[in-house]
């Protein structure tokens, strides 16, 4: 038994983490048991029998041990292997999925940074190729403007040399109006008949032209130079204006101011269109305006005729109690005395005594006519009164002797008017025909009294019910009457008179005149400077 035990004992046996270990104790333990055996002789077999039953189950129970302790450790160990593997995995797994997602980022980073340079770069080019088309556009344009500019110059010079080597330049006929009339406003003659001259192809505006001269080639040679064109005109009336003749004055031209030197009174009073444009109207319906200032398109009005008609001799005048001294007093007895006369009958001897009486009695209105020259924001300024020839002829030499403008040259511009008797006549008889139909309307009791004392024209309505289409010299609603015709003339000694027998003798010429009215020495400087131009070279 005891060798059975041994070889047992003597086994290896698996320690904690499988090591083999020996079984020594186990050895000692048999040899105790032997001794015991020995000691105890006499003992019954039941007693062996049972130690080494003992012996054994401890031995088995022993191993058991062992083995669950090592698979525990076994499985603990493998457990933590796999926790750590999965740990590592899943910092693995999200390492990568960081990574991704710097990546993505920066590879969207990079995509929208290259989207927007793009777009930039679209953008960049979109506008470049729109500024190359809009300069390509202007350059086109202003390269045909630039063309187009030279062959009207062209034109114009060629037009120009031809009527000037023809004699004369008509810039404007009826049919065949100026639309450009900057550098040349006159002309010499038109294809018009005798009388109906009208220089600018105004219809029913007769005898307007430039101050400067009627001969556009030619303007008049004064001191210091020659007249400037396209400052000041001279002119008829306008109420009988049509739309297209109204259009010239007030754009063509551009006249800015009307000086009115009419009376107001009677047919100068008859309203129209032009007051629209030009105001206010004489016939007072513009009285609750605001006057317009200097600058603004006006009508201001210099009645050169004011007060000039027939009355009863003062006391004073009528004894001779007047003081001679006084100038204009004197004027006044001498003109009512001349209207009495049986010389006053004649036409030339009422206009010479006009003539002398508005440059005496109503010299205030003559110095406010020429202070109007001398206002630059006046300017362009049209000057005139019904005809355009004896009041307008009046301020007209005023103005040209203050230039320093010949004699010969003064009277050929006051003769000229005779180139428009004809057409001043026409014009004259439609202005007639409106203020009787305005009186008539305004005013029956007095129009019925002049018809009953047949101081109306008979063919007023007849000239209303005209189409005005037609050319007023082919009208048959125009009467053409000698006396008329004769009325609408100008005569050569009633300039003269003025400027020899009225300005020069009475007043030692027109610096006296103006010393007179007041117009002041600067004034005059002023008006030549701002009307007189250098003259050119090839100037005659």
Known sequence: MAGVVEQSDSRPVMGHGGMTRSARPRKRRS????????????STGSTTSTTSTTSTADTTGTTSSTSTISIIVITTNSIIMIINTIIITIIIIVIIAIIIIIVATII???????????????????????????????????????????????????????????GSIKVATYGNR???????????????????????????????????????????RCKGGRLARGKVYRTGHWVTATPTDLSMIRDTLAICTYLDLRNGQDFESVDAECFDDYPPSP?????????????????????????????????????????????????????????????????????????????????????????????????????????????????ACLVLLALGVSDEDIISDYMFTN??????????????????????????????LLVRRTRLPPSVQNILDSDGDTPLWEDVNIVSDPDAIKRSMVHRDIIEYVMHEVLQQEFSGIDGYFRYIGFTPSEVDRLRELLVEPAAENDP
């Open 31 to 42: 040899r105790a048991l032997s001794d015991s055996t020995t000691s105890t002789t006499g």
């Open 419 to 448: 180139e428009s008797a004809q057409h001043i006549n026409a014009c004259n008889q439609i202005a007639v025909a409106m203020w009787c139909e305005e009186l008539r309307i305004r005013d029956p009791r007095k129009y019925s």
């Open 178 to 220: 100026a639309t450009n009339l900057s550098a040349s406003t006159c002309a010499t003659k038109t294809d018009r008949p005798d009388g109906w001259v009208s220089l600018l192809g105004l219809d029913r505006v007769a005898n307007f032209r430039d101050l400067a001269g009627p001969d556009a080639s030619a303007p008049y």
């Open 108 to 166: 969207t980073v990079i995509i929208i940074t290259i989207t927007i340079i793009i777009i930039i770069i679209i953008i960049i080019i979109v506008i470049i190729i729109v500024i190359i088309i809009v300069a390509t556009i202007i350059t086109i344009i202003t390269i045909i403007t630039i063309i187009t500019i030279i062959i009207i110059i062209i034109i114009i010079i060629i037009i120009a040399i031809i009527f000037i080597n023809s």
């Open 283 to 395: 016939n007072g319906r513009h009285e609750a305006s605001v006057p317009r200032d200097a600058g603004e398109r006006r009508r201001l009005s210099c009645p050169f005729s004011k007060g000039l008609g027939a009355r009863p001799l003062t006391r004073d005048e009528a004894e001779g109690r007047v003081d001679p001294s006084d100038k204009k007093a004197q004027c006044a007895i001498w003109f009512q005395k001349q209207m009495r006369s049986e010389a006053f009958h004649d036409l030339q001897v009422q206009l010479k005594t006009s003539m002398r009486a508005m440059l005496i009695l109503n010299s205030e209105e003559v110095l406010t006519a020429l202070r109007a020259l001398v206002d630059e924001r006046n300017f362009p300024v049209a000057f005139g009164c019904i005809a355009g020839k004896d009041r307008t002829g009046l301020l």
